[in-house]
């Protein structure tokens, strides 16, 4: 599997730059099995996919279906107003507490967000935010490898 991530998503991005990138690895039932990542890294996408496949995706079986997001704009948004206008089927938007380094992501596209109402009720539930945060909004390219057929 380790080799399949890395020679799709070199199709696109260059192993060596450094970018977010999340993953979403669903079974054969269809189900999330797993689901991580950063707005941000430090470390190359190369290094990224081999530290994860070493820590999370080695260790799970029956994955069908590996989905990466590599993140390809980020800004911080400081205004409530700009939030308003955001189309979630393209934009995703991390949080981050200001005091602290509780964070949530809501990734493009997912399901069931509509407004910014949504989101941050969803953010602020899942990851126990409060008191001031930074917003950002970003893009990602997504790439699905089908991993059973290839």
Do not use: C, W
């Amino acid at each position: 599997m380790l080799d399949l991530i890395k020679t799709e998503v070199a199709k696109n991005h260059k192993l060596l730059a450094t970018k977010g990138v999340f993953f979403s690895l669903f079974n054969k039932d269809g189900n999330m099995a797993f689901s991580k990542g950063m707005v941000q890294a430090d470390k190359s996408l190369g290094q990224i996919i081999d530290i994860f496949h070493h820590n999370f995706f080695s260790k799970l079986v029956d994955i069908e279906l590996v989905v990466v997001d590599i993140v390809t704009h980020l800004e911080e948004l400081y205004s409530y107003d700009m939030l308003e206008k955001i189309d979630f089927t393209k934009n995703g938007v991390a949080v981050q507490q200001v005091e602290g380094e509780i964070g949530g992501v809501i990734l493009p596209n997912t399901e069931g967000i509509a407004d910014i109402k949504q989101l941050f009720s969803l953010l602020k539930k899942k990851n126990n935010l409060n008191g001031d945060i930074k917003v950002y909004l970003f893009q990602t390219d997504r790439i699905s490898i089908d991993v059973k057929n290839k």
